[in-house]
C-alpha cells in the first residue's frame, strides 16, 4: 500500500489547492467581464461594424484550429503519384538497363506489342479466373475449338488465342492459365500478364467470390481494366441458390454476373438390365447466349476508348515492371561498391604503418562508401550528414569488435595458410567485415525508403554486428578478397597478380 504523505506536506497541498481554485475563478472572472464588456461595445457599434469585427474573430479562430490541426493530424500515407506513364520515358529507362538484364528484352517486347494488337483494330477478352473454374470449356464452347480440358486444375499451361465469330464481330478470346493461391505462380504471372494486355478481362467464377479472386478484383481495377464478372457451370445450381449468388455477385462487382454453362463432360454411370455398370462421358448442355450478347456488345463500341486504355495499363505494368529491374540493377551496383569498399579497407588495414594511421584511412574510406551508396540511390544528403554517419557508426562499433575479430579468426582457421599470418590479418579480416555490414546496412535502408535514414542504418548496422551467422557468412565471402589482398602485400608479388586484384 503506498504511503500517506506527511501532514505538513498534506497541508502545503490543501494551500496549493485553494491558491489555483482562486487563480481560476479570478481568471474566469475576467474572462467573463472582458467578453461582456467587448459585446457590450459591439452592440454600440454600427452594425457593418459589428459584424466586420465579428467576421474577423470567425477568420482568426477558424485559421488558427486549421493550423493546429494541420500541427497535430495523423500522419497520411503518401499516394503513389499516379501521373501516366509515357512510353518515350519507359523507352529510355529501358535502354538504360544492361543487356544482359532478362526483364529488358521481354518489356521491349511489350511496348512493341502494344502497336501489333493495336494495327489488328480488333476485341481481345482474356478469360480470366481461378484454376479449374470452367474458363476453356468456355472458351471451346464459344469459338467451336478443341481445347484441353479436365477436372484437374492447372490443366491450360500456356497463353492461346482463339477467334470467335460472332455475327459480324470478330474478337480474340485469350484462354489463359488459371490463378491460385500462390501469387509467386510462373502461370499465374503469365495469365495476369495476358489480362493487362486485353481489352476486357472475363472474370469467370464457378461460385461465390473469395479472397484470392477479390484480390485479384482490386489488382485488376487499379489497372482500370473492364472487368465482367461471369457466373459459369450454373446447371450446378437451383433457381434459388443462384438467385441469391447472383445478388451477393452483383453487390461485389456493381455489375451483375453473366450467367452461363461452358458445358465440358460429365461422368455417368449408365446402368443395364444385367446389373453391369458402366462408366460414360456425356457432354453437358452449354449456355453461353448471355456471354455472347455481353461480348458482342463490347465488340458494336469503337475500339479507340478501350485502346488507349489498354495501352495506359500496359505501359503502367511496364513502368512497374522496370522499376523492379532498376532495383535490382541497383542492388547488383551496391553490392559491387560494398564489396569494392570492403577490399579497399582491407588493403588499408594491412599498410597502415603508423599506430592508428589505418582508422583515419578507415574513417575517410567509410566516408567515400557511404556518398558512392547514396549517389547510386540519388539521395543526397550533406557532408556533415555522411560525417555524423560515420562518426556514429564507428561509435556503435566498440561493443561488437570482438565478436567480429572472434568470427574472423575463426574463419581464417578454415583456411590453410591464412590462419597462421597472424594479428594483422586478422585486423584486415575485421575491417573488412565491418565495410560489409555497414554498406549492407545503408543498402537495405536506401532500397527501402530511398533516402539517408541514419537511425535505419544503425540499427542494421548493429544487428549484422551482434550476429554471429551472418558475420560468418561475410568473413566466409571475404576470405578469396583477403587472399588476394595479401598477394599484391607480399615482397614478391608479381605484377600480373597485381593486374588480376
Ligand atoms: N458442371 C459443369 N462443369 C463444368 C462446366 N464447365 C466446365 N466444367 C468442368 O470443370 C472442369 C474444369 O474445366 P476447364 O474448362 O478445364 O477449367 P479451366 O478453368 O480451364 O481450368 P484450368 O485450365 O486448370 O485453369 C472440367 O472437369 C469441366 O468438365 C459447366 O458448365 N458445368
Ligand atoms: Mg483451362
Same mark, same amino acid.
Given at each position: 500500500?503506498?504511503?500517506?504523505?506527511?501532514?505538513?506536506?498534506?497541508?502545503?497541498?490543501?494551500?496549493?489547492?485553494?491558491?489555483?481554485?482562486?487563480?481560476?475563478?479570478?481568471?474566469?472572472?475576467?474572462?467573463?467581464?472582458?467578453?461582456?464588456?467587448?459585446?457590450?461595445?459591439?452592440?454600440?457599434?454600427?452594425?457593418?461594424?459589428?459584424?466586420?469585427?465579428?467576421?474577423?474573430?470567425?477568420?482568426?479562430?477558424?485559421?488558427?484550429?486549421?493550423?493546429?490541426?494541420?500541427?497535430?493530424?495523423?500522419?497520411?500515407?503518401?499516394?503513389?503519384?499516379?501521373?501516366?506513364?509515357?512510353?518515350? +520515358?519507359? &523507352? !529510355?529507362? %529501358?535502354?538504360?538497363? *544492361?543487356?544482359?538484364?532478362? @526483364? =529488358? /528484352?521481354?518489356?521491349?517486347?511489350?511496348?512493341?506489342?502494344?502497336?501489333?494488337?493495336?494495327?489488328?483494330?480488333?476485341?481481345?477478352?482474356?478469360?480470366?479466373?481461378?484454376?479449374?473454374?470452367?474458363?476453356?470449356?468456355?472458351?471451346?464452347?464459344?469459338?467451336?475449338?478443341?481445347?484441353?480440358?479436365?477436372?484437374?486444375?492447372?490443366?491450360?499451361?500456356?497463353?492461346?488465342?482463339?477467334?470467335?465469330?460472332?455475327? +459480324?464481330? &470478330? !474478337?480474340? %478470346?485469350?484462354?489463359? *492459365?488459371?490463378?491460385?493461391? @500462390? =501469387? /509467386?505462380?510462373?502461370?499465374?504471372?503469365?495469365?495476369?500478364?495476358?489480362?493487362?494486355?486485353?481489352?476486357?478481362?472475363?472474370?469467370?467464377?464457378?461460385?461465390?467470390?473469395?479472397?484470392?479472386?477479390?484480390?485479384?478484383?482490386?489488382?485488376?481495377?487499379?489497372?482500370?481494366?473492364?472487368?465482367?464478372?461471369?457466373?459459369?457451370?450454373?446447371?450446378?445450381?437451383?433457381?434459388?441458390?443462384?438467385?441469391?449468388?447472383?445478388?451477393?455477385?452483383?453487390?461485389?462487382?456493381?455489375?451483375?454476373?453473366?450467367?452461363?454453362?461452358? /458445358?465440358?463432360?460429365?461422368?455417368?454411370?449408365?446402368?443395364?438390365?444385367?446389373?453391369?455398370?458402366?462408366?460414360?462421358?456425356?457432354?453437358?448442355?452449354?449456355?453461353?447466349?448471355?456471354?455472347?450478347?455481353?461480348?458482342?456488345?463490347?465488340?458494336?463500341?469503337?475500339?479507340?476508348?478501350?485502346?488507349?486504355?489498354?495501352?495506359?495499363?500496359?505501359?503502367?505494368?511496364?513502368?512497374?515492371?522496370?522499376?523492379?529491374?532498376?532495383?535490382?540493377?541497383?542492388?547488383?551496383?551496391?553490392?559491387?561498391?560494398?564489396?569494392?569498399?570492403?577490399?579497399?579497407?582491407?588493403?588499408?588495414?594491412?599498410?597502415?604503418?603508423?599506430?592508428?594511421?589505418?582508422?583515419?584511412?578507415?574513417?575517410?574510406?567509410?566516408?567515400?562508401?557511404?556518398?558512392?551508396?547514396?549517389?547510386?540511390?540519388?539521395?543526397?544528403?550533406?557532408?556533415?550528414?555522411?560525417?555524423?554517419?560515420?562518426?556514429?557508426?564507428?561509435?556503435?562499433?566498440?561493443?561488437?569488435?570482438?565478436?567480429?575479430?572472434?568470427?574472423?579468426?575463426?574463419?581464417?582457421?578454415?583456411?590453410?595458410?591464412?590462419?597462421?599470418?597472424?594479428?594483422?590479418?586478422?585486423?584486415?579480416?575485421?575491417?573488412?567485415?565491418?565495410?560489409?555490414?555497414?554498406?549492407?546496412?545503408?543498402?537495405?535502408?536506401?532500397?527501402?525508403?530511398?533516402?539517408?535514414?541514419?537511425?535505419?542504418?544503425?540499427?542494421?548496422?548493429?544487428?549484422?554486428?551482434?550476429?554471429?551467422?551472418?558475420?560468418?557468412?561475410?568473413?566466409?565471402?571475404?576470405?578469396?578478397?583477403?587472399?588476394?589482398?595479401?598477394?599484391?602485400?607480399?615482397?614478391?608479388?608479381?605484377?600480373?597478380?597485381?593486374?588480376?586484384?
Amino acid at each position: 500500500m503506498q504511503a500517506r504523505p506527511t501532514f505538513p506536506l498534506r497541508l502545503l497541498l490543501a494551500a496549493i489547492l485553494v491558491l489555483l481554485a482562486l487563480g481560476a475563478l479570478l481568471t474566469l472572472t475576467y474572462a467573463t467581464d472582458a467578453l461582456l464588456s467587448i459585446v457590450d461595445r459591439l452592440e454600440r457599434l454600427p452594425d457593418w461594424m459589428a459584424w466586420g469585427l465579428a467576421g474577423l474573430i470567425f477568420v482568426v479562430i477558424s485559421a488558427t484550429a486549421w493550423l493546429i490541426w494541420q500541427l497535430f493530424r495523423p500522419a497520411q500515407a503518401r499516394k503513389r503519384s499516379e501521373s501516366k506513364v509515357d512510353r518515350k +520515358s519507359l &523507352e !529510355i529507362r %529501358l535502354d538504360k538497363l *544492361p543487356e544482359q538484364a532478362t @526483364e =529488358r /528484352g521481354r518489356l521491349q517486347d511489350e511496348l512493341v506489342d502494344i502497336d501489333r494488337r493495336a494495327a489488328q483494330s480488333q476485341l481481345y477478352v482474356a478469360v480470366f479466373g481461378e484454376i479449374s473454374t470452367g474458363k476453356s470449356s468456355l472458351v471451346a464452347a464459344l469459338t467451336d475449338s478443341a481445347i484441353e480440358r479436365d477436372v484437374l486444375g492447372g490443366t491450360t499451361r500456356e497463353i492461346r488465342h482463339y477467334r470467335c465469330a460472332l455475327d +459480324s464481330a &470478330e !474478337i480474340t %478470346l485469350a484462354d489463359v *492459365p488459371g490463378t491460385n493461391e @500462390e =501469387r /509467386g505462380d510462373a502461370l499465374a504471372v503469365a495469365a495476369r500478364e495476358e489480362a493487362i494486355r486485353a481489352h476486357i478481362v472475363l472474370l469467370v467464377m464457378d461460385g461465390d467470390l473469395n479472397r484470392d479472386i477479390a484480390a485479384e478484383l482490386t489488382w485488376l481495377r487499379a489497372f482500370d481494366k473492364p472487368v465482367v464478372p461471369v457466373l459459369t457451370k450454373i446447371d450446378r445450381y437451383q433457381d434459388a441458390e443462384l438467385a441469391a449468388l447472383t445478388t451477393r455477385l452483383q453487390k461485389r462487382f456493381d455489375h451483375a454476373p453473366v450467367l452461363c454453362s461452358g /458445358g465440358g463432360m460429365a461422368e455417368v454411370i449408365v446402368r443395364h438390365a444385367d446389373g453391369r455398370e458402366e462408366k460414360r462421358s456425356r457432354p453437358r448442355q452449354v449456355q453461353t447466349k448471355a456471354l455472347e450478347a455481353c461480348l458482342k456488345s463490347y465488340a458494336a463500341r469503337p475500339l479507340g476508348g478501350l485502346e488507349t486504355s489498354r495501352e495506359r495499363a500496359i505501359l503502367k505494368a511496364v513502368d512497374l515492371r522496370v522499376g523492379d529491374a532498376e532495383a535490382e540493377q541497383r542492388r547488383v551496383q551496391a553490392e559491387k561498391i560494398v564489396r569494392q569498399y570492403a577490399r579497399r579497407a582491407m588493403l588499408g588495414a594491412v599498410a597502415a604503418v603508423a599506430p592508428g594511421s589505418d582508422l583515419l584511412i578507415q574513417g575517410t574510406l567509410a566516408t567515400l562508401l557511404l556518398r558512392r551508396l547514396t549517389e547510386l540511390y540519388g539521395a543526397r544528403p550533406s557532408e556533415v550528414d555522411l560525417d555524423n554517419l560515420v562518426q556514429a557508426a564507428g561509435g556503435r562499433l566498440r561493443g561488437g569488435t570482438a565478436l567480429v575479430l572472434a568470427i574472423a579468426g575463426n574463419a581464417a582457421k578454415a583456411f590453410p595458410g591464412l590462419g597462421t599470418l597472424g594479428g594483422g590479418m586478422l585486423h584486415a579480416l575485421a575491417y573488412g567485415m565491418i565495410f560489409s555490414s555497414l554498406g549492407r546496412a545503408l543498402a537495405d535502408t536506401l532500397h527501402k525508403t530511398g533516402n539517408l535514414d541514419s537511425a535505419k542504418v544503425l540499427k542494421g548496422f548493429e544487428q549484422t554486428l551482434s550476429d554471429k551467422s551472418t558475420l560468418a557468412r561475410q568473413a566466409k565471402a571475404l576470405l578469396p578478397l583477403m587472399t588476394e589482398v595479401l598477394m599484391e602485400k607480399l615482397p614478391d608479388t608479381s605484377q600480373k597478380n597485381r593486374d588480376s586484384a
